[in-house]
């Protein structure tokens, strides 16, 4: 048959294709040409979620880390269910050592109640799950206890939130439409929410999106994370969604792991499934930072770039959770810098502010997922969403939701519980 043959290496890269004809019983024998053609100075590119063999994943490790090294992640979290996976000798006997580094964790899986991540881990060979912890429970309370207390460094990371009953959000009723309600047993002690769980925006992605921004305007400022899940590599591909952490150059050799861990909790990372997006804030150029306005006056600066296949339509300017201002984006003499800006903005109080970008042509055939139904929406679409530079109005040193009320908690029947005191 005629195929379409395509190569790539990850969103910092160019693709070749190629138009083969292959008859019976004939190999043949393709040379690509792939060029790295998008710079990421200071950034390090994340995959925090996915599967080998030793869970539900299909590849085997070896397998798993040579996909990693083929779509460009340079960090890894080793996540299967309920077992610490430690890719580390396996990287070594490759001889990939040079271009990746990968930390020990697990997903905590407990049917009905949460899925979450927890990183770094120390194995523990004879342990249950080479040092897991129980994870049966009818909460996810005792699951973050008992995460903190078996490896206290380590973050915990809630998964696809949204995604029916594997949705921690979903299953303790969190309110869709303003995050002002939830069961009683709702805990939001965790570090990082994963609002791109594989590369679509139009999925439950969206959703998860929207209690984020529901969530930070209630003062709860989580970063958030974008990871692939990949359970396999073709229609399941690593990195996609990935998240770029603003990480030092002087960090990576020897690789800080605890500094990295320290910016992923700070909120210094955007994530994406190609665009990549840079923004500041009266000079301050990086996510998670608090800005002093006293005068309600802020500069913002918008810059959006990445490989030639991905397609840009729109970059949207979020404040406190809404869609402000959107900037159509006009055709350009370069295919890698999309889009670039400068706009003064007047505040009246504290404000969250963070930028959106997404794009209208599908990733296909990069990733292997055209689109399902052959509606724009069903494709994979690029997108890419940034975590919030805070902005102190009042001058008070700290950054105050516009929203002082916390998530209520509600009883099974959907009546609020009161506090009762007791004198």
Same mark, same amino acid.
């Given at each position: 048959?005629?195929?379409? !043959?395509?190569?790539?290496?990850?969103?910092?890269?160019?693709?070749?294709?190629?138009?083969? *004809?292959?008859?019976?019983?004939?190999?043949?024998?393709?040379?690509?040409?792939?060029?790295?053609?998008? %710079?990421?100075? @200071?950034?390090?590119?994340? $995959?925090?979620?996915?599967?080998?063999?030793?869970?539900?994943?299909?590849?085997?490790?070896?397998?798993?880390?040579?996909?990693?090294?083929?779509?460009?992640?340079?960090?890894?979290?080793?996540?299967?269910?309920?077992?610490?996976?430690?890719?580390?000798?396996?990287?070594?006997?490759? @001889?990939?050592?040079?271009?990746?580094?990968?930390?020990?964790?697990?997903?905590?899986?407990?049917?009905?109640?949460?899925?979450?991540?927890?990183?770094?881990?120390?194995?523990?060979?004879?342990?249950?799950?080479?040092?897991?912890?129980? /994870?049966?429970?009818?909460?996810?309370?005792? #699951?973050?206890?008992?995460?903190?207390?078996?490896?206290? !460094?380590?973050?915990?990371?809630?998964?696809?939130?949204?995604?029916?009953?594997? =949705?921690?959000?979903?299953?303790?009723?969190? $309110?869709?439409?303003? /995050?002002?309600? /939830?069961? !009683?047993?709702?805990?939001?002690? &965790?570090?990082?929410?994963?609002?791109?769980?594989?590369?679509?925006?139009?999925?439950?992605?969206?959703?998860?999106?929207?209690?984020?921004?529901?969530?930070?305007?209630?003062?709860?400022?989580?970063? +958030?994370?974008?990871?692939?899940?990949?359970?396999?590599?073709?229609?399941?591909?690593?990195?996609?969604?990935?998240?770029?952490?603003?990480?030092?150059?002087?960090?990576?050799?020897?690789?800080?792991? *605890?500094?990295?861990?320290?910016?992923?909790?700070?909120?210094?990372? &955007?994530?994406?499934?190609?665009?990549?997006?840079?923004?500041?804030?009266? @000079?301050?150029?990086?996510?998670?930072?608090?800005?002093?306005?006293?005068?309600?006056?802020?500069?913002?600066?918008?810059?959006?770039?990445?490989?030639?296949?991905? $397609?840009?339509?729109?970059?949207?300017?979020? #404040?406190?959770?809404?869609?402000?201002?959107?900037?159509?984006?006009?055709?350009?003499?370069?295919? +890698?810098?999309?889009?670039?800006? *400068?706009?003064?903005?007047?505040?009246?109080?504290?404000?969250?502010?963070?930028? %959106?970008?997404?794009? @209208?042509?599908?990733?296909?055939?990069?990733?292997?997922?055209?689109?399902?139904?052959?509606?724009?929406?069903?494709?994979? #679409?690029?997108?890419?969403?940034?975590?919030?530079?805070?902005?102190?109005?009042? =001058?008070?040193?700290?950054?105050?939701?516009?929203?002082?009320?916390?998530?209520?908690?509600?009883?099974?029947?959907?009546? +609020?519980?009161?506090?009762?005191?007791?004198?």
């Amino acid at each position: 048959g005629t195929y379409l !043959a395509s190569a790539s290496r990850g969103p910092e890269y160019s693709i070749d294709q190629k138009v083969i *004809e292959v008859v019976k019983e004939e190999n043949r024998d393709l040379v690509f040409i792939i060029d790295r053609v998008v %710079e990421t100075p @200071g950034l390090v590119s994340f $995959d925090p979620h996915m599967h080998t063999t030793r869970s539900d994943g299909r590849p085997a490790v070896s397998e798993r880390i040579r996909s990693v090294v083929a779509e460009g992640i340079e960090v890894l979290a080793a996540t299967d269910h309920n077992t610490i996976t430690d890719y580390g000798p396996d990287l070594n006997r490759l @001889g990939l050592a040079g271009e990746l580094t990968v930390i020990p964790g697990c997903e905590v899986t407990t049917p009905d109640v949460i899925h979450f991540n927890t990183y770094p881990m120390e194995r523990r060979p004879g342990e249950m799950g080479n040092g897991v912890i129980n /994870a049966i429970a009818e909460s996810a309370s005792p #699951l973050f206890a008992a995460s903190r207390e078996k490896n206290s !460094a380590a973050v915990l990371q809630v998964n696809h939130p949204r995604a029916g009953n594997l =949705g921690y959000f979903n299953n303790f009723s969190l $309110d869709l439409e303003a /995050a002002a309600t /939830a069961l !009683a047993k709702l805990d939001m002690d &965790f570090d990082l929410l994963e609002v791109l769980n594989g590369p679509y925006y139009y999925s439950s992605n969206q959703a998860a999106i929207e209690d984020w921004l529901h969530l930070l305007n209630r003062g709860y400022a989580i970063p +958030i994370i974008g990871s692939s899940d990949s359970h396999g590599i073709d229609r399941g591909e690593p990195g996609y969604s990935r998240t770029y952490v603003y990480f030092p150059d002087e960090k990576r050799t020897p690789f800080d792991r *605890e500094a990295f861990i320290a910016a992923l909790k700070k909120g210094r990372s &955007f994530v994406t499934n190609g665009p990549l997006v840079a923004f500041g804030v009266n @000079g301050h150029q990086a996510p998670g930072d608090l800005v002093e306005a006293k005068a309600g006056k802020v500069d913002i600066f918008l810059r959006v770039w990445g490989a030639p296949w991905v $397609d840009l339509d729109e970059v949207r300017l979020i #404040l406190n959770g809404q869609r402000r201002i959107v900037f159509p984006v006009q055709p350009v003499n370069s295919a +890698i810098d999309k889009f670039e800006q *400068e706009i003064r903005v007047s505040l009246t109080g504290d404000t969250s502010i963070c930028i %959106e970008a997404i794009g @209208g042509k599908t990733l296909y055939p990069v990733l292997q997922q055209p689109s399902r139904t052959g509606s724009r929406e069903a494709g994979t #679409l690029p997108y890419a969403l940034t975590n919030p530079i805070f902005v102190d109005v009042d =001058g008070n040193g700290r950054f105050d939701a516009p929203l002082p009320e916390r998530v209520r908690p509600v009883a099974e029947s959907g009546t +609020i519980m009161k506090k009762v005191s007791r004198d």
